[in-house]
Structures are given as C-alpha cells and as structure tokens.
C-alpha cells in the first residue's frame, strides 16, 4: 500500500439515486408493471449512475463513492450481497425479481419488514436472520459499480454497510431466546475479508464501511466486538484502505475504540449535536496515523453552509489528524436534488438554500480554501456571507409579532383549566357517548376520483369552487356511510388533504412547499417534505369550514383533525437557526387558534396527531429527556385552551411505545388512539403500567394490509383490552387512518369493528 498524499480532498458518501427527474422511480414502476423489462430497467440505471458520476466529477470532487446505487435500498443489497435471503423469496424467476420480492412481497410471500434509517425520514427494509443464517458471499453489485467507474477514468471508493451495523439492524423473525444478530459476526466477517480482497483485486485503493450505528449508545460488549471485527479487516493481506464512516450524531465511546483501531481513516460528521466529535478528538489526542474524513456540511438539511465557520472547524482539525479531507456529514440521499429546479421560489430565499448539487459546490470551496490560497475563494466566502446575512435579517425569518407571542406563553397556557375527572364529566353531559365509543383516526380512503380532482385543480382544469364542491360531496358521502356504519364520533374523512403535513405547510406563513423537492422514502417512494424557513404563523383558519361542514351533516359528534407541531417539523426540514423547540411553540401556537377556532364553530371534539412523537427521539438517551419535554410542551399548548366540555384526541402510530408512556401521560390529551393491533394489544397492558389516567383506544384492525379483521378477531382483542385497562376509559378505533384503503375493505372492517362492539357492551 502507498501512503496517503498530505493534501485534502473533497468527497461525499452517497448522492440522491432517482435521477433530477424521478428517472429511477418511473422506470422501477415500469418494470414491475412489466411495460419494460429487465434490460431496460437496468440500462436506465447505468444511465443514471453514469450521470451521477460525471456530475460529481465535474463539481471538482476528488474521491468519488460507488455502490451507493440502489434499486430499492442499501440494507436490502447488504443482505443480497451476504446470500442473507429468506427461504420463502428463494423461488422467484430472477434475482432481480428475488430482489424486489423482499422488498414488497409477493402474493405468498411477505417483504421483508421496514424500518427507519436512524433518526431520518428514508426506511430500510429490516434483515431477517436468525441462529441458523448461513451467509454466503455475492460482491457482483459493488464489483460491477467499482469496474463500470474505472472504465470511465474514475478509481472510486465502494461503500458498503459495516458487519457491526448490519447485524444491529437485523432481527431474528423467530424472536430465538437467547439469541441476538450481533452472534452472528464470525460468520459475516470472514465475507467482508474476501469482499475487500476481491475489491483490492479489481483496483480499489479504499472502501468505505459505514457504521452508523456506532452513533447510538452501545454497551461495552458491543465496542468491544467492534474492536475485534476491524482489527481482523485490518489484518487481512489484500485489501484497499478501510474508511470507516460515522454519521448522524457523535461517536461518544465508540470514538477512542475506532482511534485505536488499525483502519487507516474515519469519517466523522461534525454538525449539529456532532460537533462534540471535535472534543472527542482532541480528548483521545486526535487520530494522527488516520485519514479524517470531516463532515461539516450538512448532509441532511437544506440550508446553504456557514463556509467561514466550517473553514475554521476544520482549520483546527488539521492540528487533530494525519490529513483532513472535507465532506458532507452524510450521504446527500437525504436532501433534494437540485435548488436551481425550484424556479417557484424567491431568489433570495433560494440563495439561503443548498441541495445536494449545491453542497458538492460547498465541499469543493471548502477543500480550495484548506489546500489553496484562501484568495482563491475569497468571492464564494463574500457571496454566502452575503446570502447568510439576508436570511438572518429578513422579516420573513424573524416575525416580531410572532416572538412576542412565544415569549409571552406562561406555564398556564400549558395546563387545561380543570383535571382529567372533571373535564371527563363535563365531556359525557355534552357528547353522550355509549361505553366502548368507536371512532376512526381520521381520514377515509383517498380514492383515484379525489387524487384526478386535485390534479385537475393544480393544472387549472378544475376550479377552486367545483373542486371545494367536489371535496364536499366526498365529505357527504363519508358521513353518510359513518352514519350507516353506526360509529359514534364522525370524523369528515380527510379528502381535502394531499398530506397531513403538506396541507398545514401550504396554509401556514413561514412554511414553503417545493416543486421538485423529492426525496426517498422508501423504494419508490418519494416525498416533497415542506420547507420551514420562518417564524410561523396562520394567516387564517384551516380546517374549520370542513369540520363546521361535516358537523352540519350530523346529529352525531364530528373529530376535527389537524397535525401536531412535532410531526409537523419531522417530516419537514427546519430551520437551523434556532432550537426546535422554538420552532415547535411557534407551530403550536398557530394550532392553538386553530383548535379555538374549530371550538367556536361547534366542533365538540378536536384530535390533534402526532405520530412522529416516537420515531423523532434522539439517537443517544442523552438528549432525550430536553427533547421530550419540548415535545410535550408543545402539544399542551396547542390543545390546552380549550374548555372542560372539548374533547382533546391525539393519535400515534409506528407501534413500540415503551421510551414515551410517560410522555403519552404527560401530554394529558383526554384520549388518545394508537397502534397496537400487530402487537397484540400490548400496549394497553403498558398503558395500565405506566399508570395513564386519561382515555385510550388501542387500534384493533390493522390498517397495513387489505385484510378484513373478522368480528371474532376484534372481540379478541377486545377481550385483551378489557382485562388489561377499565373498560370505563376504552375506546374502539382502527389502528390509524384509512387513505391507502379501498372503500370495500374499509366498509367490511368497521362494519365489523362496530358488532364486536356491540357484543362487548352486551
Ligand atoms: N389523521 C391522520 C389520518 O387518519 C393520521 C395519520 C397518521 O397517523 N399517520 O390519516
Ligand atoms: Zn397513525
């Protein structure tokens, strides 16, 4: 092996994989709706990695990733690549079928399940091993990225997820006592050995591992495996480089195991809550045998780099590292692609962003100004300097209107005026509810009819008033049917929404929709999240003429519906300006109106989501208890003006809710609905533990699958519910809404959900 060259230089771990017009997606779709075949498919891949690679070449990046392409996702190549493939999609005709057979099932053979990468919005699908795994090595996909670069000029470095990680992130589909992926490394890492020699053979000079899972707390039994596992990379003859890539938070105590460690470079990301990293460093007395690969621009959000401030962050890690080379602090899968496509927006706010073709430009600055004269970047500093001036003082940024109002928020606003057994009184007098009330969480299946009128409605062939009479009469219709159907609390079905955030984004000041902003979620699946840029305010009411329009239909209680402030900000990019939050009473204070509003037009009973309460816990237990207390703080404010007769909702979903049962007590909503029919009703049982005083409906039918839950079924879990929880505090609902249901399966289930109720009240 030579050694590494002094300079810097500047690379990035992966770039968005859809192409700038979604080119992947359509032709993923295509082929599974057989209207391409495979070579087609394949072809438009190449086309698109090839793409990919002149791009970032011609923005000035040295060292340039490969394999970090997915047709799906990188987990579900990792298992590909290991031979880690489930009996029951063993059989399909190819492997690219194979393939995506374990990514969205076949008609007898489920997928495999989906996950949350880390604390992002992007999934991966979960491996499934357990103590009889034979793994088997299949390095064609990264062999064939490494060789289709290098015919091109390009010597790129292969990205692969780390053995630690992988088998993090399994699970055992048995649930094995005594068993835990982790015992599995034996097996796995003699495959990585050969992997990186095949690698080496090929021409690659460095691989990069990533271990991301090394950024979450891990016991001492773990640091150690990792110890053991790099040492025997290390010590394999033939292999490239090892690059071994951290991202998301700090490494913590998993950074002097990797300083010690014989790998020749580590990648640390150094933004956010993961600027303890530089301290880390400088406690373990840097990494001067290491290459450090500096992630200081951030990787996944949207806002142009602070260039002057992130010049002197790795100014003070040169003193820290054998080389510093400059990146972003993850793969830029995680951001849009190009700003320049959003001609819609204002230019100057345009100029305050940065999307993943705008951050190569940073990363490559950055890189000149650490190894060329600083002059020779002097009018790229001036310009952010400018740009990063006219966001922090423009009025749309800072609304003193609006932080005059935040500041005035006292402890009283956060608490309702009675407690929970006087406003349940006030509540039986006004809705007169039978024991075990059913409802729904609130939307209703957003039909092809709904999606073809907003479509029309966006291209102008439709307009406001008949798409307004379009969406009212798909409210009459979901009223009608909830009347049939017998459910005693109504909701208006959703059909207005195209999505529960976007539709608040859209009608909030502050808040900017792209319109080309995609970003995976998962497979095929984009999303456009919205832009939080701003202090945030609601101009007018925004959902209240639906809600007064349902109620109007019915003698029966309407549930108006609206978004917490935490899901509102997960499933956007916030501001990096200020704490989230501050962000988050902002947000909720808007909601507060809306929640006075929706009262004073008569709407009895109000649920306010928040579905990504859960999932937007931070990755270390450090930071969890600053993060749940701002959480809660801000559904109390946006719920608890409200008088003792209102009935405040909220709604959770995404299962496993052990780390936030205090957080659901402490939010004191009068009831809240959550998902628990997969698990069995488990967390009713953990309800009663945690002692909730308040009302709760855990989900009985699962919405996930077109199955129609049988009556005999819903009584079960009825029965487990009743055991477990006084039946007094019980409601009966799905597990979450129905929009991605079909009104046949929909009409069948509840019909169902209301005669198991009905036998159960008997
Ligand atoms: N009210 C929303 C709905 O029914 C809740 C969705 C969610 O929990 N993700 O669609
Ligand atoms: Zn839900």
């Not at 002197?312 to 003193?319: E, K, R, V």
């Not at 049917?481 to 909030?508: A, C, K, S, T, W």
């Not at 909720?588 to 009262?599: C, H, M, S, T, W």
């Amino acid at each position: 092996m030579t050694s590494s060259t002094p300079t810097s230089r500047a690379t990035v771990y992966g770039y968005p994989r859809q192409g700038p017009d979604r080119e992947l997606k359509k032709a993923v779709e295509a082929y599974w709706k057989g209207r391409i075949d495979a070579g087609t498919l394949l072809g438009t891949a190449r086309e698109l990695r090839l793409r990919n690679l002149a791009e970032l070449r011609d923005a000035g990046v040295d060292e340039i990733p490969s394999n970090h392409f997915s047709f799906y996702d990188h987990v579900l190549d990792t298992s590909v690549l290991l031979g880690a493939i489930p009996e029951r999609h063993r059989g399909a005709a190819s492997e690219l079928d194979r393939y995506f057979a374990m990514a969205r099932g076949t008609a007898d053979a489920p997928p495999l399940e989906m996950t949350k990468w880390f604390d992002t919005n992007y999934h991966y699908l979960v491996p499934e091993l357990g103590p009889d795994t034979r793994f088997t090595l299949d390095a064609s996909k990264p062999l064939a990225e490494f060789a289709e670069a290098l015919e091109q000029g390009v010597t790129t470095r292969p990205v692969l997820v780390g053995p630690i990680t992988y088998l993090l992130l399994a699970k055992d589909p048995a649930g094995t006592a005594g068993f835990r992926p982790l015992d599995l490394l034996d097996r796995i890492v003699p495959l990585y050995v050969d992997l990186l020699r095949q690698l080496r053979e090929a021409g690659a000079e460095w691989v990069q591992l990533d271990e991301p899972a090394l950024v979450t707390d891990q016991p001492a039994d773990v640091l150690a495996a990792v110890a053991d596992t790099y040492a025997t990379l290390a010590a394999a003859t033939t292999r490239p480089k090892i690059l071994l890539a951290s991202y998301f938070d700090r490494l913590g105590d998993a950074l002097p195991v990797l300083a010690s460690s014989p790998v020749e470079g580590l990648a640390l990301d150094f933004t956010n809550d993961a600027a303890a990293n530089l301290d880390g460093l400088a406690s373990v007395g840097g990494i001067l045998d290491k290459r450090l690969v500096a992630g200081v621009v951030n990787g996944r959000n949207i806002w142009a780099a602070d260039l002057t401030a992130a010049l002197s962050t790795l100014g003070t890690l040169l003193g820290l590292a054998g080389s510093v080379d400059v990146a972003a602090s993850c793969s830029l899968l995680h951001v849009p692609y190009d700003v320049t496509l959003e001609t819609g927006l204002d230019p100057e706010i345009a100029g305050w962003l940065s999307f993943a073709r705008q951050k190569l430009g940073e990363i490559v600055t950055l890189r000149r100004g650490l190894t060329e004269d600083r002059s020779a970047i002097e009018d790229f500093l001036r310009t952010n300097a400018e740009r990063l001036a006219s966001r922090a003082a423009s009025p749309i940024v800072r609304v003193p209107a609006v932080r005059e109002r935040v500041a005035a928020v006292t402890d009283a606003d956060l608490h309702r005026a009675s407690p929970y057994g006087k406003r349940r009184l006030a509540q039986q007098d006004r809705l007169h509810l039978p024991e075990l009330p059913t409802t729904t969480i609130g939307s209703f299946p957003q039909t092809g009819e709904l999606r073809k009128a907003r479509a029309a409605l966006r291209a102008g062939r439709l307009d406001q008033t008949a798409y307004t009479e379009a969406m009212r009469a798909e409210v009459r219709a979901v009223i009608a049917e909830q009347e049939r159907i017998g459910l005693d609390v109504l909701v208006h079905g959703e059909p207005e929404r195209n999505d529960m955030v976007q539709y608040f984004g859209e009608q909030l000041t502050g808040i900017l929709a792209t319109q080309h902003g995609w970003v995976q979620s998962y497979g095929t699946r984009y999303v456009r999240p919205p832009l939080i840029v701003g202090d945030v305010a609601r101009p007018e009411p925004m959902t209240v003429e639906w809600a007064a329009y349902a109620q109007s239909l019915t003698e029966k209680p309407v549930k108006g519906m609206l978004t917490g402030p935490v899901t509102m900000l997960a499933w956007s990019f916030v501001r990096d300006d200020q704490p989230e939050g501050d962000t988050a009473r902002q947000v909720a204070l808007a909601l507060r109106d809306e929640v006075a509003d929706l009262e004073a037009a008569g709407i009895p009973v109000i649920q306010v989501d928040e579905p990504a309460l859960r999932e937007t816990l931070p990755l270390r237990t450090a930071g969890r208890a600053a993060y749940l207390d701002w959480a809660v703080a801000s559904f109390r404010l946006s719920t608890a003006g409200v008088r003792d007769d209102t009935q405040i909702h909220t709604h959770m979903c995404y299962a496993e809710f052990g780390d936030v049962l205090q957080a659901i007590v402490d939010m004191d909503a009068d009831v809240i609905s959550l998902e628990s029919a997969r698990s069995n009703m488990a967390v009713v049982a953990d309800l009663a533990r945690a002692g909730y005083p308040n009302e709760a409906g855990p989900g009985v039918w699962d919405i996930h699958s077109p199955r129609v839950p049988s009556i005999e079924e819903i009584t079960g879990h009825l029965r487990t519910a009743v055991a477990a929880f006084p039946a007094e505090r019980l409601w009966v609902n799905p597990d979450c809404g129905l929009k991605t249901r079909g009104y046949p399966e929909v009409r069948a289930s509840l019909t169902n959900l209301v005669e198991a109720t009905r036998r159960a009240r008997a």
